[in-house]
Each structure stands twice: as structure tokens, then as C-alpha cells.
Nanobody
């Protein structure tokens, strides 16, 4: 079981940047892929990005490709999401998630086993 805590959300103007962090607390030496999802009011939770344990495999949603960068520091048990050129449509609660596998096997919420509580990102126009 992995416990996850997000931080770094906030209010930013369109075109600005934010960096989200996700700190993981693990009880085993298991390796796990991680990902970011987001959920806007009245919408389903959607995939943003995912990264394998080694960092060699990274996947982005088309809507954020070229603007967002996912990374991780396994020595610090922390994952990051650098968000640049933010748009009002990026406004959502952002969740980090951990999978049971070390590789990214899918982009659906059901492909991830552990979730953080979420952090709000609001982009004003």
C-alpha cells in the first residue's frame, strides 16, 4: 500500500506555471509506476501523465503534451508535474496515483491502486 500526498496547487493566471509534487510513503521495497489525473467540476477524472518506476517510459495526454512535464526522484519517493503555459481549461483538482506495477500498463483510473487526496489548480483568464 502506498500513501500519497500532493502539494503545489494554487491560483495562477493563464500562461503561468505551477509545479505539483506528490510525496509517497511506502512500507515495502515494491517498485511502482505513478501518474497524474485531474477532475474538473461535473466531469470525469481524466488522465494527465504517467511515468514508469525507472522513468524510462513516460506517457502524456494529448491535451497537455508539450506543456506539462512529469518526473520522479525515487531517492526522495517524490513525483513531480511541471505545468507551463497553463490554460483556463487546465483548472481542476489534480490527483497523483501509484500503480501495482513498475511499468505503465494503462491510462484509466482503474489501472492505479493508490490515490492522493488531490490539490486544486485554478487558472484564471
Amino acid at each position: 500500500q502506498v500513501q500519497l500526498v500532493e502539494s503545489g496547487g494554487g491560483l495562477v493566471q493563464a500562461g503561468g506555471s505551477l509545479r505539483l509534487s506528490c510525496a509517497a510513503s511506502v512500507r515495502t521495497s515494491n517498485t511502482y509506476a505513478m501518474g497524474w489525473f485531474r477532475q474538473a467540476p461535473g466531469k470525469e477524472r481524466e488522465f494527465v501523465a504517467a511515468i514508469s518506476w525507472s522513468g524510462a517510459s513516460i506517457v502524456y495526454a494529448d491535451s497537455v503534451k508539450g506543456r506539462f512535464t512529469i518526473s520522479r526522484d525515487n531517492a526522495r519517493n517524490t513525483m513531480y508535474l511541471q505545468m507551463n503555459s497553463l490554460k483556463p481549461e487546465d483548472t481542476a483538482v489534480y490527483y497523483c496515483a501509484a500503480a501495482r506495477t513498475s511499468v505503465v500498463v494503462g491510462q484509466r483510473p482503474g489501472d492505479f491502486a493508490s490515490w492522493g487526496q488531490g490539490t486544486q489548480v485554478t487558472v484564471s483568464s
